[in-house]
C-alpha cells in the first residue's frame, strides 16, 4: 500500500522545493503594478478618513455650535 502512495508523495515535495525563476517584467507590466498598488493603498487610507473623520468632524461642530449663543434667542 505504501508503494501506491511514493509516486504521489514524491511529486508532492518535488512542487514544494523552492526554484531560482530567471524572469523578465518588462516596464510596462512593472509601472502597471506599481499604479496599482498605489492606487489600492490610496483607497484604504480614504476609506479610514471616511470612516474616522467625517464623524469626527460632525461631533467637533455640534459641539461648537452648542458653545456659541443662538443669535435668534428671545430677549
Partial sequence: MSIKYTGGVLAAVLFLIPTASFAYIGPGAGISAIGTL???VGAILL????????PVKRMLKRRAAAQTPDAKAPE
Wanted: aromatic fraction near 28%; charge should be neutral; proline fraction near 0%.
Fill in 38 to 40: 498605489i492606487a489600492v
Fill in 47 to 54: 476609506a479610514i478618513v471616511g470612516f474616522v473623520w467625517y
